[in-house]
T-cell receptor, first 109, second 112 residues
Framework: RKEVEQDPGPFNVPEGATVAFNCTYS??????FFWYRQDCRKEPKLLMS???SGNEDGRFTAQLNRASQYISLLIRDSKLSDSATYLC??????????FGAGTTVTVRA | EPEVTQTPSHQVTQMGQEVILRCVPI?????FYWYRQILGQKVEFLVS????????KSEIFDDQFSVERPDGSNFTLKIRSTKLEDSAMYFC??????????FGSGTRLTVV
C-alpha cells in the first residue's frame, strides 16, 4: 500500500462550485498532515495544515479522520485561480514529508 | 516574507558530468531537505540534514549523491556522474521545526 494515496482527478468544476477530495495514508503513527498546492512546474506551497478538530481557512476546509486514516480538502465558491494540483502531505514519525501524487483541480469560467 | 533561494533555476548537463545544485535556506531554520520531482510524478524525499549531518536519506540518495553545508548559509546537493534518469526538478526546503516547511522554487536539471 502506498504511504499516501490521492485520487488524481482531474476535477473539472465551474466557477462558484464546491469541490472536495480525500487522501488516505497508511502509517497510523503519522503525526502531521498538510495540504500543499502546486502550480505547473512550480514549487509546492503550503495551503494549510490539517488539525484533528478540522480547520477552515477562508473558502478552504480541511478535515482529518484518524480512525479511517484519511484527510480531506473542500473548496467552496471555487475561483479560476484555484486551478492547481493539490498535494496531500503527511509526516510519519520522522523528519521527512511524504507526498501524495496530487489531485488536479481545474476551475472553468 | 523569508524565502528559500535556489540556483540555478535550470541546469543542462551531459550524462556522466557532475552537477552541484545550490540552496540558501531561511537564515534561522535548522532543518534542511532536498526533494525531487520527475516530470509528471510525485515529489520524492531525498535527504534531510540537521546539525551538520544527514539525519535521514531515502533509497534514491545513493553514493552518487552528497550534501554539504560549506559555509553556514549555503546547502548544496552534488550529483556525481549524472544519468538521464536524474533529470527532474530538485527542490530544496528548510524548516525551523518538524512543521512549517518552506520550499525553494527549484532547479530543473536536464541530463542529455
Amino acid at each position: 500500500r502506498k504511504e499516501v494515496e490521492q485520487d488524481p482527478g482531474p476535477f473539472n468544476v465551474p466557477e462558484g462550485a464546491t469541490v472536495a477530495f480525500n487522501c488516505t495514508y497508511s502509517n497510523s503513527a503519522s503525526q502531521s498532515f498538510f495540504w500543499y498546492r502546486q502550480d505547473c512546474r512550480k514549487e509546492p506551497k503550503l495551503l494549510m495544515s490539517v488539525y484533528s478538530s478540522g480547520n477552515e481557512d477562508g473558502r478552504f476546509t480541511a478535515q482529518l479522520n484518524r480512525a479511517s486514516q484519511y484527510i480531506s480538502l473542500l473548496i467552496r465558491d471555487s475561483k479560476l485561480s484555484d486551478s492547481a494540483t493539490y498535494l496531500c502531505v503527511v509526516i510519519p514519525n520522522d523528519y521527512k514529508l511524504s507526498f501524495g501524487a496530487g489531485t488536479t483541480v481545474t476551475v472553468r469560467a | 516574507e523569508p524565502e528559500v533561494t535556489q540556483t540555478p533555476s535550470h541546469q543542462v548537463t551531459q550524462m556522466g558530468q557532475e552537477v552541484i545544485l545550490r540552496c540558501v535556506p531561511i537564515s534561522n531554520h535548522l532543518y534542511f531537505y532536498w526533494y525531487r520531482q520527475i516530470l509528471g510524478q510525485k515529489v520524492e524525499f531525498l535527504v534531510s540534514f540537521y546539525n551538520n549531518e544527514i539525519s535521514e536519506k531515502s533509497e534514491i540518495f545513493d553514493d552518487q549523491f552528497s550534501v554539504e553545508r560549506p559555509d553556514g548559509s549555503n546547502f548544496t546537493l552534488k550529483i556525481r556522474s549524472t544519468k538521464l534518469e536524474d533529470s527532474a526538478m530538485y527542490f530544496c526546503a528548510s524548516s525551523d521545526s518538524r512543521d512549517g516547511y518552506t520550499f525553494g522554487s527549484g532547479t530543473r536539471l536536464t541530463v542529455v
